[in-house]
Nanobody
Framework: QVQLTESGGDSVQSGGSLKLSCAGS?????????LAWFRQAPGKEREVVAT????????YYRESVKGRFTITRDITSDTLYLQMNSLKPEDTATYYC??????????????????WGPGTQVTVSS
């Protein structure tokens, strides 16, 4: 059973930076997981922000965060990170980390994620 816990959320001004962390445990076959950051703003649907496949390190970013956000993971500590730079008010949301076992060798984001953290709040003021 994978368990995930996010941290690092805060209130910042537009143009600022934050680094979110997601401590994980319980992984089996560490090289076959798709890890992701999602976010959900009030009144909006949850959306994927970025994904990373543990085996290859291949990444995906939604268009609106490309060039500003970076997803990484530390295999030794089973920690997932999201470095967020040049933050904008529209980045305000609750951010969730998620994980799923995926033996295909890449992240298929259309397949639902199995494990979720409780979320951490990011607020960006103009």
């Amino acid at each position: 059973q994978v368990q995930l816990t996010e941290s690092g959320g805060d209130s910042v001004q537009s143009g600022g930076s934050l680094k979110l962390s997601c401590a994980g445990s319980g992984y089996a076959e560490r090289s076959r997981y798709c890890l992701a950051w999602f976010r959900q703003a009030p009144g909006k649907e949850r959306e994927v922000v970025a994904t990373i496949y543990t085996g290859s390190g291949s990444t995906y970013y939604r268009e609106s965060v490309k060039g500003r956000f970076t997803i990484t993971r530390d295999i030794t500590s089973d920690t997932l990170y999201l470095q967020m730079n040049s933050l904008k008010p529209e980045d305000t949301a609750t951010y969730y980390c998620a994980a799923k076992y995926d033996g295909r060798g890449y992240c298929e984001i259309r397949v639902p994620f199995t494990y979720w953290g409780p979320g951490t709040q990011v607020t960006v003021s103009s």
